[in-house]
């Protein structure tokens, strides 16, 4: 391995730890899930670099695709309520 994949390796490490962390970290859960959808995409990349490629599309394609959109209807419907409950209470 030479000092330029040792340090592209590093690089893509921090950010899927980075985006990883941001999951765990963030308050708000649109923004969680934001950072659940980079963590996924950035461990797909770690399977392209290993020239696992079908891993990698199975990934974005189930987790990314299917996994992620439906945590983001999920959080859209239960938004949609909350912000239903202020109105009523300021109205």
């Not at 945590?71 to 409950?85: H, N, P």
């Amino acid at each position: 391995m030479t000092l330029v994949e040792t340090g592209a390796f590093a690089v893509l490490a921090l950010t899927t730890l980075a985006f990883s962390l941001g999951v765990v970290l963030m308050r708000d859960i649109w923004h969680s899930a934001l950072m659940l959808g980079g963590a996924l995409l950035s461990l797909a990349v770690h399977f392209v670099w290993l020239n696992a490629e079908f891993p990698a599309a199975m990934q974005v394609l189930v987790y990314v695709g299917g996994v992620l959109v439906l945590i983001a209807f999920a959080v859209m419907l239960t938004r949609a309520e909350e912000e239903d409950e202020d109105v009523e209470v300021a109205g």
